[in-house]
């Protein structure tokens, strides 16, 4: 007797297999509206809010921009003040960022002097490779980790999964990443301890602005190998981060999975388990897989403020900090703007995803 | 659709990026650390703050530190002597009534574009400082700029003005290649801080602008700073091909850094953290500040502060060998306003002693026993010789509630703790002042009416004797200068609402390979580094 074929079980409600009838292309891009409405809504808010702080802080621009000599100056602090449009009322301020904000202009950054635009296209490289690393490598493990706590649910694995999750979720990342830099950089010697390159080499030609894409296509093997031997440590940190939480969210989708009645159904035709296990339980566990791994990736652009600063890693995350610390308002708008986009991106292309695998998100 | 193939696509990419990150670290592992010994780069480890490495705008230490190397003025400190030396200028004049400095240009001087560096180059750099109206600029007020003749320039001022040569060691009057400033939009007219457009020319590699060993390669303010030597330098070869400073925050890192040969140079490492490095392949070496760290108390009517009895309590009241002990080896206690590397300082020895007893009794007599007062500080800030300021003001709480007043905290970022201060809102606030030149007339801003007096509340009305000495002492010639400046200083001892605590030590480690020191302004001076 031959054994019964995937899609000859695959007709429950539960397994994901196409559209509804009737729900075809107008579904779909009322959807893809839907989500880009609400993207640009949200977009327009965080931009009030970073304003909003901005007004709200109880220091000056040019007091932490200018010498003490200079702010006792009352035509040097105008001078200052007129450069970056500070001396306008707060609204025009915000109207004229909105009207730059329209055409790419992000205003003129107070602590470097450069369109913010422009510091932002030189620094974002650095943070999305690192982020970029990191989310695939705690996507890796924690899907794989999270199969195995669900398929030996209860048994050690299981457990010791659990505490992996536990330990990740946690420790803060900072702490992580100043024991990780103390451990693996001055005690072992393993691994590189600050930048992404050994000092002496030169960053190969920018075409991505990751170095270890733009190595290889210059063809520059030792500068690809230091830049990746920089980007273990902060990029496994990071991921650690994560990892207890898409851990935790594969073993749980995995056991709904599991527990639908089309499994059943296969097992009674006798399918093989690691069958069952991968055809429905991780199948029907990609949606929300794939929604927690955005949601990773926005959590890490986040947290890599703490892990640059450790690691002097020379992105977003510092250029963050140091704006935040020295009140640059048009870079603290400019770093929340566009990370708020890329993390509104990553968001709908993951809703955009996540729907190409489960069609009843569509209809939510 | 077929979702098969975005399913795989994703899993593939995910396990393909998390292998060859594992496989090439682990077949890196042992390559990386040691990555640096070519001894033709040197590598420099420095928490930045930096801004722009336009001279005539440079306010920020990392950028005075790049600056050395590709910007010269025309004169400078050489080692660790106090006395400004010929450096574009091969020398100098003073006028017999200290009114005006006459420096003659060194005539084999040109700017890495192989121009000579001439009189119109000077006049045009200081004037554009002047005009361009940003942090540095006030170093030009009161002061006028000549040039006679192509190799002579006058610096002048309407009143005896003996700092002048220590003004001109700082890297804001550096000078530039004038023509090829003009050609990029720049501008030393009155309207300079509207019109100048040159910023750009600055930031871009090798302008050819500066007459330094070494050209600007790149500038991130965010992470690294990159010079390379300048082949065409008229003082001969530069030590090294390249320097590449890089913004490591942490001392530990920097520490780890110097200590693996990564780093040549480690700037920010405290002298408690640098106690635990013994090797004979890096050097530990300690240098006094030309700051003081000190408590300013107001004299508003609404502090506990603004009686008198309670300032000189809190004076008496206060265990300096104790805060001396906390900010770390090499520190010394404070006997006044200027620091002991300068002239008109007071002795050590001279200091207030503590005495808790008369001080509790002070502030009994004074019917201020309990009183509260709020304390101000930086939280953040430690770039001060590593000096943790939570610590310091912690240790002063506990003093102050020994004689009687109870101490509030008021931790918080610079930005805020600078701004009530400036705005004359604390009460008791922990702070020093980075001087911009090593002559103490950069320290009369501490007079009454002056910049920082105002802060406290103590006006001009309040010490006239006070404001009187401190105009003499700016004025004084010769050696007059020392007794001025001590007069002036110990008046301030006796009036000013300050408590002086500490001179900090700065160290420097470095590989006993790299001849480097910190010049008396505590600052690295690139063009003076060489390889051993």
């Not at chain 1, 640059?308 to 890693?313: A, D, G, N, T, V």
Request: net charge negative.
């Amino acid at each position: 007797m031959s054994a019964p074929s995937v899609d000859s079980v695959g007709v429950s409600a539960d397994t994901p297999t196409g559209p509804p009838a009737g729900n075809g292309g107008s579904g779909y891009a009322r959807f893809v509206l839907r989500r880009l409405v609400a993207s640009v809504i949200t977009l327009f808010g965080i931009t009030i809010v970073s304003f909003g702080i901005s007004v709200l802080v109880p220091v000056r621009a040019e007091t932490v921009n200018l010498s003490q000599q200079a702010l006792a100056n009352p035509e040097v602090v105008a001078a200052f003040r007129a450069k970056f449009g500070l001396d306008l009322p707060i609204w025009e301020q915000y109207l004229r960022y909105l009207g730059g904000l329209l055409h790419g202009d992000l205003g003129l950054s107070q602590q470097t002097g450069n369109p913010v635009s422009t510091d932002l296209a030189n620094y974002a490289p650095a943070t999305l490779e690192l982020v970029v690393y990191a989310t695939l490598m705690s996507l890796v493990a924690g899907v794989v980790f999270g199969i195995i706590a669900a398929a030996m649910r209860n048994r050690w694995p299981d457990h010791l999964a659990r505490i992996v999750s536990l330990v990740g979720v946690s420790l803060p990342t900072y702490w992580l990443a100043l024991v990780g830099s103390t451990l693996f950089f001055r005690q072992l010697g393993w691994l590189p301890g600050s930048g992404r390159l050994d000092a002496t080499m030169m960053p190969p030609p920018r075409v991505t602005g990751f170095y270890t894409v733009d190595s290889l296509l210059a063809g520059q093997f030792d500068v690809f190998q230091s830049a990746v031997a920089h980007l273990v440590l902060p990029a496994s940190i990071l991921a650690i981060s994560t990892l207890g939480m898409i851990l935790r969210f594969t073993r749980s989708s995995v056991l709904d999975g599991l527990g639908t009645d089309a499994v059943k159904a296969a097992k009674v035709k006798g399918l093989p388990t690691h069958r069952v296990l991968m055809r429905y339980g991780v199948r029907m566990a990609s949606s929300p897989i794939i929604t927690v791994a955005a949601l990773s990736f926005g959590f890490l652009l986040a947290a890599t403020v703490y892990v640059e600063q450790i690691f002097s890693w020379g992105g977003m995350g510092q250029y963050a900090y140091r704006a935040s610390t020295n009140l640059d308002l048009s870079a603290i708008t400019g770093i929340s703007v566009v990370v708020a986009v890329i993390f509104l991106l990553v968001n709908f292309l993951a809703d955009l995803l996540a729907s190409a695998f489960d069609p009843r998100i569509r209809l939510q | 659709m077929n979702t098969k193939h975005p399913r795989r696509a994703v899993a593939a990419l995910a396990v393909a990026a998390s292998g060859l990150l594992l496989v090439t670290a682990c077949s890196s592992g042992d390559a990386a650390p040691a990555a640096s010994s070519n001894p033709e780069v040197l590598v420099i480890d420095q928490s930045f703050t930096a801004q722009s490495i336009d001279p005539a705008t440079i306010f920020q230490v990392t950028d005075a530190i790049v600056a050395t190397g590709i910007y010269q003025t025309l004169v400078s400190y050489q080692g660790d002597d106090p006395t400004p030396q010929p450096l574009l200028a091969s020398a100098y004049d003073v006028s017999e009534d200290g009114r005006s400095v006459t420096f003659t240009l060194d005539e084999s001087a040109t700017f890495a574009n192989g121009k000579p560096v001439t009189g119109d180059d000077v006049v045009f750099s200081l004037e554009r400082l002047r005009n361009l109206k940003s942090s540095p600029s006030y170093l030009m007020d009161g002061l006028t700029v000549t040039a006679p003749d192509e190799h002579t320039v006058v610096v002048a001022s309407e009143n005896p003005a003996s700092y002048i040569p220590s003004l001109l060691t700082s890297t804001a009057t550096s000078i530039v290649e004038a023509d090829a400033v003009r050609a990029a939009g720049g501008s030393d007219a009155d309207d300079a801080a509207e019109t100048d457009g040159a910023a750009a020319l600055f930031t871009s590699a090798e302008n050819g602008v500066g007459s330094g060993p070494y050209q600007l390669e790149s500038y991130d303010t965010n992470s690294q700073i990159t010079l390379v030597s300048n082949p065409e330098w008229w003082g001969g070869d530069a030590a090294y091909e390249r320097i590449v400073i890089r913004n490591v925050k942490n001392p530990q890192q920097q520490k780890s850094n110097v200590e693996s040969g990564e780093s040549q140079i480690a700037l920010d490492i405290p002298g408690r953290v640098a106690e635990g490095i013994s090797t004979e392949a890096l050097d530990v070496n300690a240098y006094p500040s030309p700051e003081v760290l000190y408590l300013a108390m107001t004299m508003d009517a609404s502090s506990p502060t603004s009686d008198p009895a309670v300032r000189d309590a809190i004076r008496l009241g206060l265990d300096y060998d104790a805060l001396v002990q906390l900010a770390g080896p090499g520190t010394l206690r404070a006997a006044g306003i200027i620091p002991s590397n300068l002239i008109g300082s007071i002795p050590a020895d001279d200091a207030i002693q503590t005495d808790v007893e008369a001080a509790k009794q002070m502030i009994e007599d004074a019917g201020a026993t309990g009183s509260k007062i709020t304390f101000d500080y930086a939280n953040d800030y430690t770039r001060l010789a590593g000096i943790d300021y939570n610590i310091i003001a912690q240790a002063v709480q506990t003093q102050l509630a020994a004689i009687g007043l109870t101490v509030e905290l008021n931790p918080t970022p610079t930005s805020t703790s600078l701004q009530r201060y400036i705005d004359g809102e604390t009460q008791l606030a922990l702070w020093s002042w980075p001087p911009d030149y090593g002559d103490p007339d950069n320290l009369l801003v501490f007079g009454p009416g002056a910049l920082i007096g105002e802060r406290v509340q103590w006006t001009a009305d309040d010490a006239p004797d006070v404001v009187a000495l401190g105009d003499t002492a700016r004025t004084a010639l010769g050696d007059d200068r020392e007794p001025a400046y001590l007069a002036w200083n110990e008046a301030l001892v006796e009036q000013a609402p300050y408590a002086y605590l500490l001179e900090p030590t700065f160290t420097l480690v470095s590989s006993s390979a790299v001849g480097a020191k910190l010049d008396p302004m505590a600052n690295l001076n690139l063009s003076q580094i060489a390889a051993n």
